[in-house]
């Protein structure tokens, strides 16, 4: 029999985990205290995502909830706020993640100004949120991996 000894979410795709005490699984992924696994997610201007694949210093960006909000930390910059309240009209983009694409919202430029402080290489990237609900499959039933939060399976996975 198999035994769960840790939950962690990661609120940011390829980014530090945050070890949580319990989690609500549901079809849009598991969430707790606010936040959904990999509801956020760095991207290029042209909608590419990040990850620490190729930028492993995004293991180094730490996020935790509280009061209502996401907070990040790295090393060297003071911690940027993320409300966890959804604005009721940001500008979204359509962000490919693998051969997946998904609307997302911009999180705005001081986000983004947030992460090329903490890290260069990341200056004019910019900070998406998912958007939406799941689409649904083929059979018309949601799929498990196209989910409110973004697609973390890698093309050769399913």
């Known amino acids: 029999m198999a035994t769960l000894s840790q939950l962690i979410l990661y609120p940011i795709k ?5 070890a949580v005490d319990t989690a609500r699984v549901s079809v849009s992924g598991l969430q707790a205290s606010g936040v959904h696994d990999r509801e956020w997610m760095l991207v290029t201007p ?3 995502f990040l990850t620490q694949r190729e930028f492993p210093r995004m293991a180094t960006i730490v996020p935790r909830v509280e009061e209502g909000a996401l907070l990040v ?3 060297g910059v003071a911690v940027l706020r ?3 309240a959804r ?10 993640i693998w051969d997946d694409f998904v609307e997302a919202a911009d999180c705005g430029d001081a986000a983004a ?3 090329g402080r903490c890290w260069a290489r990341l200056a004019g990237w910019c900070v998406f949120r998912a958007e939406g609900r799941a689409r649904p499959a083929p059979n018309g039933r949601p799929a498990p991996h196209r989910r409110h939060a973004l697609p973390t399976l890698t093309p050769c996975c399913s």
């Open 73 to 75: 930390s790295a090393p």
């Open 82 to 84: 993320l409300p966890l």
């Open 46 to 48: 042209e909608g590419q």
């Open 14 to 18: 390829s980014c530090a985990g945050m």
């Open 113 to 115: 100004r947030w992460f």
């Open 87 to 96: 604005p009721d009209a940001p500008s979204t983009l359509r962000v490919q």
